[in-house]
């Protein structure tokens, strides 16, 4: 295991940035484990992101969410977030203690072609608000929290994990 790298890398960003997928390559790059924090929500709930949603409603989400990263204990991991773990500050405080807070940013009109699944996939978004909403609101957020930006336009998932990988591990 490389221990020249930051403890835990944690990933932020829009869904469909390819946050989890970026983060099973990178750990695999650095000998680190993976951790996806949307699939830990699920377990913890019995429950897909969607179905939680569907019950609970957003607040109550973000709530269950935010619980789920403060609880969050992991080391020399490559943590991948969901898109609405930065409307947490507590959460966002908690990551930050665990790791760098990497932000994947990728241009809103790339991920519109990314994101086919807008219904199934468990976004926090309000009744009417569309994606380009959504990433409006959310974009000064990950800014906000972010200790290091990869602007991952154009690039592969192999490529983002490689600029991740440089920025941490030299």
């Known amino acids: ?67 789920t990263l403060c609880s969050l204990a992991t080391t020399h991991s490559v943590v991948a977030t969901g898109g609405s773990a930065v409307y947490s500050a507590r959460a966002m405080d908690r990551l930050r203690a665990l790791g760098q807070l990497v932000f994947i940013d990728i241009p809103l009109e790339e991920l519109l072609t990314r994101i086919h699944d807008m219904d199934t996939r468990g976004l926090v978004i309000g009744p009417g608000e569309s994606y380009e909403q959504l990433y409006l609101e959310r974009q000064p957020l990950y800014e906000k929290f972010a200790e290091i930006t990869i602007s991952g336009g154009g690039m592969t998932v192999e490529a983002v994990a490689a600029a991740i990988e440089e920025q941490f591990c030299g």
């Open 1 to 67: 295991m490389r221990t020249d790298c930051a403890l835990n890398i944690i990933l932020i960003g829009m869904p469909g940035a390819g946050k989890s997928t970026v983060g099973v390559l990178l750990a695999k790059r650095l000998g680190y484990n993976f951790v996806d924090t949307d699939l830990l929500l699920q377990t913890k709930q019995r429950a897909r992101l969607q179905e939680i949603i569907a019950e609970e409603g957003m607040e109550r989400f973000k709530e269950l969410e935010a619980d």
